[in-house]
């Protein structure tokens, strides 16, 4: 069991609480009365699907013995038009850098993530395609 | 279309990045591999729903002139105990405080945000779940 504890502080600015201890602001665009004090909620399960399928990268890219010097994650969300405008499409691009990267583990650890263990992609694909891509940058 | 980038930073911390232009730490236990500097990414979901829905309340108490004095969303998320582990039950616990708070205006503006604005409740709803509740202590 995950928790989070949101607090409504002003305008339409919010903190929230995670089980882990680690707190962080919520704001919304300032045309529709926020701030823009913090990232808004939708841009969090944007982040949340890069951290996740990353962690499983590093960690399996890791295990390979990959000489990994860089990860970025470019995370791409389309939400649907009308009311209440949840995410239909979701793309990711892995960007691997590192000396001497096998392919062939880039591929298998974004496999494994996408495919087997990225709790928050499969939260996500119940609503949303996921689609993704890699590039690897030989340094 | 909304935009993350997310970067590895170390350990299995990274930094996303969203456009709107705030910035979040993401890590994950030592017990694999991280040094919990940051909310877990699976955490982030949970803390998206609550601040999602909670910004639809407000907007909506505020149009219906309601004396609000503060807003907590307690939000606890299942998750499946096999791999990949994506949440099944997600709960939210609605505490609207105020003075001479309407319980019809609470309860139409959580019906609003529930089944027909919340964009993360609607993106989450695909694979998970959702229920909630609300209490109104009135000050």
Known sequence: M?????????????????????????DSDPGVGGNNTGPKPMELLLMGIGGCSGTDIISILRKKQQD?????????????EDYPKKFTNINLEFIVKGRNIS????????????????????????S???????????E
Do not use: P, W
């Open 2 to 26: 995950k928790n989070a504890k949101v607090t409504y502080i002003q305008g339409l600015q919010f903190v929230g609480v995670a089980s882990s201890g680690h707190a962080i602001v919520m």
């Open 68 to 80: 990994f010097t860089g990860l970025e994650i470019n995370v791409k969300g389309e939400a649907a």
């Open 103 to 126: 392919e062939d583990a880039v591929k298998r650890s974004i496999d494994l993530s996408m495919n087997k263990y990225c709790s928050v992609k499969a939260t996500l694909e119940g």
């Open 128 to 138: 949303s395609k996921i689609s993704f891509s890699y590039k690897i940058i030989q």
